[in-house]
């Protein structure tokens, strides 16, 4: 199928109004359904497969009608990138947004940390040496510290709930640049954004350095395939011969623009050179502010200029020095004494990819097919961009190369068992749109001739096409919204926990320390680097009840708090019995601590002979 | 004070040494999109002159990089 634009003559304005209003109205109907979804959401009822467990039937009838009607403006032949935006932002609002609005406070330890290590650049002006590895790539901290003053908060816990939806809806517009400059059809494009967001369930859009470092990523890719790419307007005549010939034959193919060739850029030099500074900071930036990020930007310039889609090579290199140089004088604190931590794992291709797929797959059988799920959606739509491949004649392999370059990265670092994950995440974008190329080929097709077009609605005319598009889009919309909050079950918390820990930070005093049985509460958002934080679990001879039940004992921290997280977890991902937490707390109570406060979902227990201190000072003052 | 930097190998990975190619080179980086972007006319000796010079401050820094991360890491 062509996709030229279809003939305004033949289109009679009633039907397209008509039909604009009939997709506009899904676009409505499947909002509506998304709000009487998570107004009829119990957090409290949440069952092992996490979120999915309590969205109910609306939610999915939302969904697809959202698809339904976004594939219907897709087919159509009267075209609006407006009302694609429209389609393509209500789907991020059910695949992103709907944890924001149900769950009562924000999902994730990490968020709750980072807005911890947030607070303490906000209140000393610097970030903590030697305290945390992320801390060693200050600078995203330091921007949502800049934020929060901005803004007037006192610290940067207004802005952990909702930064999933809000980091993914900025994303949208360099997807979409991006998408506008890969060359692949308008309906390719759009269903390729569609794809992006409807396959991403890997989760690093909450608070965090990654989160605005995707962005960073996209940002510059966008920049580079829209406003930066060599135009050329000539081919240069290569010089034979001498050596200095060669070598200015070499250095003209891969690196300097030839003097003989001229260069058509849309912009005046003026706006090209402030692209160039812009990408450039922003290249710097990201080195400052996580660990993989730059070297994904590097891997991604790279792809752009052998395939001759980089004009400036000069970003590339201040790419490269910018991330380098950060890790060599800026992180120093973090590789003294552990560079195997970042050499270490170079060439053990197969250790990596065992930390990164093998050990994840444990846990309950719901949780196991979870993770099955996940990895079905990475095949599935590796699957696609690779039909997409074949069939797509293109003038560039670009979307190719940037799909592939990602992959770099996992034969050099495991990154903690999570370097598979960020390389599907870099590669998505690209893979998203080589796969809606499988679905909407750009070959041209001359079975109907350009005039002859029906009016109206496309759809009718291509039902098999629209049950195809739909109920892949639909599919991968499901699978990802379950398997995202998959680990919600855990991974969310409740208000009694937050009310918990908020309990402990009103009492502890700086030197004492905190203890759980695992990382899972919303935790480590105050008091940074003044409170000794022990976690049970992992820990020697402590992923058995008794084990981590002795491992508190021996450590014996001032605070020990369990909660339904906590106990969530170890029952789906440890096999543990269902009152395994009634265990330890039995034990605990039993050697020498007190429960203090009480919650449904959360109990607050200190050392008893703190308690007798604690009410004697309290007394005596 | 050259010879007092060079007394030791492992001041070649301090943060001074490592810091000066790595902002030289940023600098001529910067003049060569400058050149680029404006259309400003070189000879070919010039242009060949300046992309050397960044690749050779490129080898050192690099260089420098790991002889800081084998003196200190």
Known sequence: MSDGPAPATLRAPWRDLAATNASLGFAVAAVACWLVAVSHAQFSRMGQLGLASIVGTSFVLGLALLVGGFVFELLRGNRSDVRMVVFVVVLAVFLFGTACAIEPVASLESSWVHAGFVQYILQHGHSLSGYDARFSWPGGFSLASVLVAFTGQSSALGFLRWFPLAIELMYLAPVVAIARSSGVSWRAQWLGVALFFSTNWIYQDYFSPQGLNYLFFLVVLATVLTCLQPQHRQRVAWPQGSLQDWMDRVRRRFIRRPHHVEFVVAQSPAVTLTLIALVALICTASAMSHQLTPYAIILALIACLVTRQLGWPEILAAAALAAVGWLSLGATDYWIGHLANIFGSVGQLHSTLSANVTSRVVGSAVHRHVVDVRILITAAIYLLAGIGVLLRRPATRTLEALAAAPFVLVGIQSYGGEGLMRVVLFGLPFVALLAASALFSSRPRSYRPEGKRPSGPRLFAHPVRFVVVAGSLLAFSVATFVVRGGNDAYEAFSTGELAAVNYVYDHIRPGQGVAVTIYYMPIGQRDTGAIDYYVAYGSAQSTTVQGMLTALLQHRTAYVILSESQRRWGTMLEDLPANWEATILGGLLTHGYQAMASWRTATVLELSTLVAHNSAHATSG | ?73
Do not use: E, H, K
Not at chain 2, 26 to 35: E, S, Y
Not at chain 2, 48 to 57: E, K, N, P, Y
């Open chain 2, 1 to 73: 004070m050259g010879g007092t930097f060079l007394a030791a190998s492992s001041a070649l990975g301090s943060v001074p040494a490592v810091l000066t190619p790595l902002i030289a080179s940023a600098i001529l980086l910067a003049v060569r999109a400058w050149i680029g972007v404006t259309g400003v006319p070189l000879s070919r000796r010039v242009s060949l002159l300046l992309d050397v010079v960044i690749t050779i401050l490129g080898v050192l820094f690099l260089t420098l990089v790991i002889v800081r991360f084998r003196t200190i890491g």
